[in-house]
């Protein structure tokens, strides 16, 4: 069984950057994937960033592309998700989350549903102040 632990988020003023981690453990991972959400007060859960363990280019939804970056450290089977020039529009909680899939399916877009997903951390506040 996949667990996932995260570090803790923060409170940033706009502007401003945050990096959370995401520890991995209980699988071999080269056929996994390790995907970043969030959920806004209100909101529906929403894909953040991608990364496979096994290869392929990081993927990003259009609202957090040239602001986010999401990398791995294999040794340490640890994600990343740097976040720069943090908005208050980012404020949410922050979910970090590993599925069993193909590098195949991954590059073919099977990365940003929920249920593409089948282990999730606990979540972590980030909150950007304006």
């Known amino acids: 069984q996949v667990q996932l632990v995260e570090s803790a988020g923060g409170l940033v003023q706009a502007g401003g950057s945050l990096r959370l981690s995401c520890a991995v453990s209980?699988?071999?991972?080269?056929?996994?994937?390790t995907g970043w959400f969030r959920q806004a007060p209100g909101k529906e859960r929403e894909f953040v960033a991608a990364i496979a363990w096994g290869g392929g280019s990081a993927k990003y939804a259009d609202s957090v592309k040239g602001r986010f970056t999401i990398t791995k450290d294999n040794a340490k089977n640890t994600v990343y998700l740097q976040m720069n020039s943090l908005k208050p529009e980012d404020t949410a909680i922050h979910y970090c989350a590993a599925g069993r899939q193909n590098l195949t399916y991954y590059s073919g877009g099977v990365y940003y549903r929920e249920r593409d997903y089948d282990a999730w951390g606990q979540g972590t506040q980030v909150t950007v102040s304006s």
């Open positions: 209980g699988r071999t991972f080269a056929n996994y994937i």
